[in-house]
């Protein structure tokens, strides 16, 4: 049975940090590629942060040079760190595992940002 977990969300004030854990368990994690997207009320679910299986990142726009994603194999979890967050960064941010056509999420975990 595969299980992403998210943890780490919460209220922060604007200008403020918070990180972000996935752990994921049921599945060979060194061989997927991770990923953070987040879904704002009335919005479309976007992606935030991805990192390969090789480790290489990408980011949206919205968030590069604030947000940092990176893995821990041995952890089998992915982490985003987000500083400097700004009130549009008030989500619901998920965990996404993906290998070709597979793909599993996590249940999400509530960012709150406050002005």
């Known amino acids: 049975q595969v299980q992403l977990v998210e943890s780490g969300g919460g209220l922060a004030q604007a200008g403020g940090s918070l990180r972000l854990s996935c752990v994921a368990s049921?599945?060979?994690?060194?061989?997927?590629?991770m990923g953070w997207y987040r879904q704002a009320p009335g919005k479309q679910r976007e992606s935030v942060a991805t990192i390969s299986r090789g480790g290489t990142t990408n980011y949206a726009d919205s968030v590069k040079g604030r947000f940092t994603i990176s893995r821990d194999n041995v952890k089998n979890t992915v982490y985003l760190q987000m500083k400097s967050l700004k009130p549009e960064d008030t989500a619901v941010y998920y965990c996404?595992?993906?290998?070709?056509?597979?793909?599993?999420w996590g249940q999400g975990t509530q960012v709150t940002v406050s002005s």
């Open positions: 996404n595992s993906r290998r070709s056509v597979i793909s599993y």
């Open positions: 049921g599945i060979t994690f060194s061989i997927f590629d």
